[in-house]
C-alpha cells in the first residue's frame, strides 16, 4: 500500500482515538475491480459456502445470525489476492509502527450476502478465539445506491451508530474487542472481502 504518510498517521490516529475508520481510497480501483470479479467468479461456481459458526445443531442458529456465504482465502491464493495480501502486511506494519496493538498474522474471506440476508449484530472476537485485533472490510460493489442499503452499522461505545454504505473501493476499519456492529440487509447483492489482524494464533498470512 503506497500510503502517504499523513494518510498512516490519519487511521492511525482514527483508530486510537475513535476505535474505527474508513477510507475510500487505500487501494487501486484496479485491485479493488480484480477482487470484485474474483469474488462473483468463484460464487458463480459455487466456491463460496454459507457461513456457519459452531457444528452440528448449531450450524441452524448461524444461518438465522448471518445469511452470508463465504470463502476463506488459502494458501493457493490467486495474483490479485497476493496483491491484495502484500497491502493488507504493509498496512499492518505501517500500523504497528504508530501504536501498540501487536497486529501479526492475517485471516481474510470473501462475502456475499444474497438480497435480504444479513448478520445480526455482534463482535468479531469470539469466547473461543480472542486473537483478532483489528477488523478491515473492503466492499466490492460496483454503482452502489444508498436505496441498496446493506450498509454495515457501526454501534459505538457512546451509543451512536454510523452506517458505512458498501461502496466499491471503500474499506471500514475497526477494533475487533469493541465495536459492535451489524450487516443491514442489501436489496441487491452485496460483495466484501473481509480480513483480521490477529495478535497469534496460527499463521494464516
Ligand atoms: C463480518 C462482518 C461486515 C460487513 O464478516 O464479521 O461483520 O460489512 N462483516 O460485511
Ligand atoms: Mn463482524
Same mark, same amino acid.
Given at each position: 500500500?503506497?500510503? %502517504? ?14 476505535? !474505527? ?14 477482487l470484485? =470479479? ?29 445469511g =452470508? +456465504?463465504?470463502? !476463506? ?21 505501517? %500500523? ?23 448478520? =445480526? ?16 472490510v ?5 454503482? !452502489?445506491?444508498?436505496?441498496h ?6 454501534? %459505538? ?5 454510523? /452506517? ?5 473501493? +471503500?474499506?471500514?476499519?475497526? %477494533? ?19 480480513? !483480521?489482524?490477529?495478535? /497469534? ?5
Amino acid at each position: 500500500m503506497d500510503m %502517504l504518510p499523513g494518510q498512516i498517521h490519519t487511521i492511525a490516529d482514527a483508530i486510537d482515538r475513535h476505535g !474505527w475508520y474508513t477510507a475510500d481510497d487505500l487501494l487501486d480501483p484496479g485491485l479493488v475491480g480484480a477482487l470484485a =470479479d474474483e469474488c462473483l467468479d468463484m460464487d458463480t461456481h459455487a466456491q463460496l459456502q454459507p457461513a456457519h459458526v459452531g457444528r452440528g445443531s448449531k450450524r441452524r442458529l448461524a444461518a438465522a445470525l448471518r445469511g =452470508d +456465504r463465504t470463502r !476463506w482465502l488459502d494458501e493457493s491464493f490467486s495474483k490479485v489476492q497476493a496483491d491484495y495480501l502484500t497491502h493488507m502486511l504493509a498496512l499492518r506494519d505501517a %500500523l504497528n509502527r504508530r501504536l501498540f496493538l501487536g497486529l501479526h498474522t492475517f485471516e481474510a474471506h470473501y462475502a456475499v450476502y444474497p438480497p435480504g440476508a444479513h448478520y =445480526d449484530r455482534h463482535r468479531d472476537r469470539f469466547r473461543d478465539d480472542d486473537a483478532r485485533v483489528l477488523s478491515t472490510v473492503l466492499y466490492l460493489n460496483r454503482n !452502489w445506491r444508498p436505496e441498496h442499503e446493506g450498509a454495515l452499522r457501526l454501534h %459505538l461505545p457512546d451509543g451512536s451508530q454510523h /452506517n458505512i454504505l458498501p461502496v466499491s473501493g +471503500r474499506m471500514a476499519l475497526f %477494533l475487533s474487542a469493541d465495536i459492535e456492529h451489524e450487516v443491514l440487509a442489501p436489496r441487491r447483492e452485496r460483495m466484501s472481502l473481509a480480513g !483480521w489482524f490477529r495478535r /497469534n494464533g496460527p499463521p494464516f498470512f
